[in-house]
């Protein structure tokens, strides 16, 4: 590898850091913890998946594209049970967190959509960048879908044996209506706002890192084999 590849594969890596520190950062200083915790965890897994992969060797778009758009697509349908079940406000009861309906429309439906449609061009052309950005969303949208299966176990920051909505006023001066509660012990019932279709961006998701990590290995292989018979040759 020259110093030029090295160089450009440093500040792919350095950009990519960048864009887990900064939606960690944004995620805390406007929700809260949890989203530094998904957002954080799924792009040091990412990271680490992608550096050994993609920015190396990127991926065939005929392989790795249609496992992202049907990744985004399920993740849409998603989207839109947990927007009609009040996924935010629930949210915010759960974890004493100011997520409003609006700020999880401008995440999910504006800027979401917007990202996926440049990462969707970037995969096309094979801009590394675009890799990382795939498999931050195969790994966090995509597998990280299950956490929608513990949140009713677990017990609401705020009024948690109220089943009814309620409002809040919390600590920052923020105030939140109609705050659903999905705690099974106070509703009876074994749901929480998305479960339903939850599962839809995890199975595109989980296959395209199977697909990615097998196709990874023989393209190192075809590599190793390439150099080996070189080496014969010479």
């Not at 697509?73 to 409003?100: D, K």
Request: with cysteine; glycine share 8%; charged share 15%.
């Amino acid at each position: 590898m020259n110093s030029s590849s090295t160089s450009t594969e440093i500040g792919d890596i350095a950009l990519a850091a960048s864009f887990i520190v900064l939606a960690a950062a944004l995620g805390y200083r406007y929700i809260g913890l949890p989203p530094v915790i998904i957002v954080g965890g799924s792009g040091l897994i990412g990271l680490l998946a992608w550096s050994t992969s993609y920015l190396k060797r990127p991926t065939s778009p005929e392989i790795i594209l249609p496992c992202f758009l049907l990744t985004v697509a399920a993740l849409e349908v998603h989207m839109m049970e947990e927007y009609l079940t009040g996924f935010a406000p629930a949210m915010s009861r759960l974890f004493n967190i100011t997520w409003t309906e609006r700020g999880f429309l401008i995440i999910f439906a504006f800027v979401g959509p917007a990202l996926y449609a440049l990462t969707a061009i970037g995969l096309f052309y094979r801009i590394r960048f675009a890799g990382f950005l795939a498999w931050f969303i195969f790994i966090g949208p995509g597998v990280a879908e299950f956490t929608h299966f513990i949140f009713p176990l677990l017990k609401p920051a705020i009024n948690p044996e109220t089943p009814q909505r309620v409002s809040h006023l919390f600590a920052n001066g923020v105030y939140i209506s109609d705050l659903p509660n999905y705690y099974i012990h106070a509703t009876g019932t074994y749901y929480f706002a998305g479960m339903y279709t939850a599962i839809l961006p995890m199975i595109p998701g989980m296959y395209a890192i199977y697909k990615l990590l097998k196709e990874d290995r023989r393209e190192r292989q075809s590599s190793f084999d390439r150099m080996k018979n070189f080496s014969k040759a010479v």
